[in-house]
């Protein structure tokens, strides 16, 4: 079964280069009705001439992080933070995740809504709705601790599965995401500015500068225990370190070389400041190299078929 959704994007300017390489493989691989890009001002007309990498199939809106809701920008988080003595130069982190539970109060939002970080492509034809109905969660072996400590604050539950709900990617419910933000915000009326104050004040003081909070950890364990007839799991198999192999801007011939092993990969932002970091980037490129040439040059029609222009729909 299958159904509409929106693909929602927070992006910052050192994400461009990848998600410049990912847009149109994310039209073809995750069929999204529309693309939601919320991000600084200042990237939007860059962005803005991304448009004709996804076709006119797929509407590309842009959207300014500090005007997506009334009351919420990186300012006021970074208040939040500084007045609580952590580490302001956190307020990002904690921002987007912010912005991808609030885009479920902005009146254009579709029913659902599928959050995919920014320096992650698609690599084979996903589905996030199973055949009754039911939206798909990615389960994972992660386990930080503060997550669950502030999730247990927030909505009197910590840790209830024996797997995690973080990935890169999630498919969210408006409806349910707001009946989880209007729970954090009780009793008071369910606002932005709340929500970040709220969030903020249950994260320990040690975890504040670091990782305190986790949307996916919270929004998945909230969903699945209020609604456990609503979802069923998997556990596709992923790349996090792509950057190690193919920097942050991998070739169509690396990404193919990615496609046999995993369904998507992603292209983080990683220090190479340390000669150990150097070694293993040298060591990993190599590999990489080496994984191409082979991939490429056993590749047959499987290549050209992933050569031909994003647009196949996914099943």
């Known amino acids: ?67 997506l809701v009334e009351g919420l920008n990186n300012a006021y988080v970074r208040s939040l933070l500084g007045a609580r003595g952590a580490n302001p130069q956190r307020s990002g982190w904690y921002f987007q995740q912010f912005l991808k539970l609030c885009y479920s109060l902005n009146p254009a939002a579709s029913d659902y809504y599928l959050v995919w970080d920014a320096d992650t492509i698609p690599l084979r034809p996903m589905r996030f709705f199973g055949e009754t109905g039911k939206v798909i969660f990615e389960r994972s072996e992660e386990y930080n601790a503060s997550y669950f400590l502030t999730l247990q604050k927030l909505i009197g539950k910590g840790k209830t599965y024996d797997y995690s709900f973080i990935s890169e990617h999630m498919m969210m419910e408006r409806s349910t995401v707001q009946e989880l933000l209007k729970l954090i915000c009780s009793p008071k009326v369910t606002s932005p500015r709340e929500v970040a104050q709220r969030i903020i004040a249950a994260v320990d003081d040690e975890a504040l500068s670091m990782s305190g909070f986790s949307e996916f950890e919270t929004y998945g364990t909230f969903a699945a225990s209020t609604y456990p007839n609503r979802y069923e799991l998997r556990s596709l198999r992923s790349l996090r370190h792509g950057a190690m192999l193919f920097g942050r801007q991998p070739t169509v011939e690396n990404l193919f070389a990615l496609s046999h092993r995993y369904w998507w990969a992603s292209f983080e932002a990683w220090s190479i400041s340390t000669c150990r970091s150097k070694m293993k980037r040298r060591a990993g490129g190599l590999i990489g190299a080496i994984w191409t040439a082979a991939a490429v040059r056993c590749g047959g029609a499987a290549y050209k078929a992933f050569l031909a222009e994003p647009g196949a729909a996914a099943q």
Request: proline share 7%.
């Open 1 to 67: 079964m299958t159904r509409e959704f929106d693909l929602v994007i927070c992006a910052i300017e050192r994400d461009i280069p990848t998600l410049e390489i990912g847009l149109p493989y994310m039209r073809k691989y995750l069929c999204p009705k529309r693309i939601i890009i919320i991000t600084p001002r200042a990237c939007h007309p860059v962005l803005a001439s991304l448009r004709n990498k996804i076709g006119t199939a797929c509407e590309l809106i842009l959207i300014d992080e500090d005007l």
